[in-house]
Each structure stands twice: as C-alpha cells, then as structure tokens.
C-alpha cells in the first residue's frame, strides 16, 4: 500500500482564510502518472464551509478548491 503525505495550501472558497492541511492519501491508483489527481473534503475552521480540493498528490500543488461536489463530473484544470 502506498501512502503519501501532502501539505496543501488552500484558499477557502467561502471565506478566503488561507488553510495548510495535512492530508495523507493512499490506495491504488495514487502513483499513476504525474496527471493523476486526488481529492479532500475539509471543512474550514473559520467558517466552517466544506472544501473539496482537488490536488497532484506527487508535488501538492492545488489544482482546485470546490464548495460543492459536481458529482460525476470533474472540473477542467486550470493552468493560471
Ligand atoms: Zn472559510
């Protein structure tokens, strides 16, 4: 099993407060290629509004912060 652990830092996408998690992923699949993406949910501590990040587990770099899921569909990345 691998596992990984990943400093991210977030905007929250409700309050615009800076956040860095530690978030640790694992499973099948992690190490796929350098375009493979994970995803965590957390809830923001100020606001408490959920964030779902959408992240490359190999270097951490946020690609993505959702305030709602869009289930079944997953956003473009953005290059900016
Ligand atoms: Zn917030």
């Given at each position: 099993?691998?596992?990984?652990?990943?400093?991210?830092?977030?905007?929250?996408?409700?309050?615009?407060?800076?956040?860095?998690?530690?978030?640790?992923?694992?499973?099948?699949?992690?190490?796929?290629?350098?375009?493979?993406k994970a995803?965590?949910?957390?809830?923001?501590?100020?606001?408490?509004?959920?964030?779902?990040?959408i992240?490359?587990?190999?270097?951490?770099?946020?690609?993505?912060?959702?305030?709602?899921?869009?289930?079944?569909?997953?956003?473009?990345?953005?290059?900016?």
């Amino acid at each position: 099993m691998i596992a990984l652990e990943v400093l991210l830092d977030v905007i929250c996408c409700a309050c615009g407060e800076q956040l860095a998690v530690t978030v640790r992923c694992e499973g099948e699949g992690l190490m796929d290629g350098p375009d493979e993406k994970a995803l965590a949910s957390l809830a923001c501590p100020y606001c408490h509004q959920m964030n779902h990040v959408i992240f490359a587990p190999e270097s951490g770099e946020v690609v993505e912060v959702l305030s709602r899921l869009r289930i079944g569909r997953m956003p473009e990345p953005s290059l900016n």
